[in-house]
């Protein structure tokens, strides 16, 4: 990860306290969205020694994203379809590309109530690995996504990944804070989404940018054996230097959770599924 500035943090069964409306919003204020659209500013990637694919067990990818939104209640994303048909097109050389949709009607397919629904819809459930481009928020009892259709926002708390059709392993938003953990209720928020199985999550823990070759980068780096949480970083800030990524996993205790922050394509696999009480602890890292 050549010089990114990384920090960690963890939160136990216990902690949950619940803040609403901590944290800062990256959706639904004019000022703040507009934020997460800025044009890319100048920074270098940083490389890693690996630069060629490495063997690992063939995903099944599903990608969705928003450029514009309906009746312009999200500001433009100029660089989403850029990002989301690089993700795919790119991984598509070592991995299963199953689809690439919009966000028209995509609130059912990516919580409970739909995310098995199957892959003609969209959902979550039926890939292993799931990239979204989109707006994104922290709600302080909610973490958020905007989809196309007005005012439709996914909650956490209403989604339960990992435990129908495919079973997903790996959720990466390219979406403002939603791995958001300042105000101490990153467990209240994230818990139910991980309750079903789900390995990793990648977002923001503040801002993201929409700069153009992200979701490329992104996937090569996946094929290249690095560390999800690597790779988006990596991705993410060398698109936009200000760019703040985060990785978050859930595993039975503190130990076993640093130990699944190296999940990557080669492992994910092998990484158990933790599930409902199972789960004792949430970590992560961010970058600055």
Not at 2 to 7: A, H, R, T, V, Y
Not at 16 to 30: D, I, K, M, Q, T
Not at 58 to 70: E, L
Request: charged share 15%.
């Amino acid at each position: 990860m050549g010089d990114f500035k990384g920090s960690v943090g963890g939160s136990r069964r216990t902690i949950a306290p619940v803040h609403p409306w901590l944290g800062s919003l990256c959706l639904g204020l004019a000022v703040a969205a507009s934020a997460c659209t800025e044009e890319p500013g100048d920074a270098d990637e940083a490389l890693g020694s690996t630069s060629e694919a490495v063997i690992h067990p063939r995903m099944q990818v599903g990608v969705r994203g928003a450029a514009d939104y309906q009746n312009n209640w999200q500001n433009y994303l100029g660089n989403a379809w850029n990002n989301c048909y690089g993700f795919g097109s790119t991984i598509s050389s070592t991995d299963d590309w199953i689809y690439y949709y919009n966000l028209v009607g995509a609130k059912a397919p990516l919580e409970e109530t739909g995310d098995a629904w199957g892959t003609a819809y969209g959902s979550a459930d039926t890939v292993d690995l799931y990239f979204m481009e989109t707006h994104g928020g922290n709600f302080g009892s909610d973490t958020v996504w905007a989809m196309w259709d007005q005012n439709s926002l996914v909650n956490s708390t209403a989604m339960r990944l990992g435990d129908d059709a495919r079973q997903l392993s790996v959720l990466a938003s390219l979406s403002c804070d939603v791995l958001a953990s300042a105000d101490g209720n990153f467990w209240g928020r994230w818990y139910n989404a991980f309750a079903g199985g789900l390995r990793v999550s990648l977002g923001g823990w503040d801002l993201l940018y929409d700069a153009a070759g992200i979701g490329a980068s992104f996937a090569t780096r996946v094929q290249w054996g690095w560390t999800f949480g690597d790779a988006f970083a990596n991705a993410t800030i060398g698109g936009d230097g200000r760019a703040k990524p985060a990785v978050a996993v859930a595993a039975t205790d503190a130990n076993s959770c640093w130990g699944r922050l190296g999940a990557s394509a080669p492992n994910i696999f092998s990484q158990a599924r933790v599930r409902d009480w199972s789960i004792g602890y949430m970590c992560w890292v961010t970058w600055n």
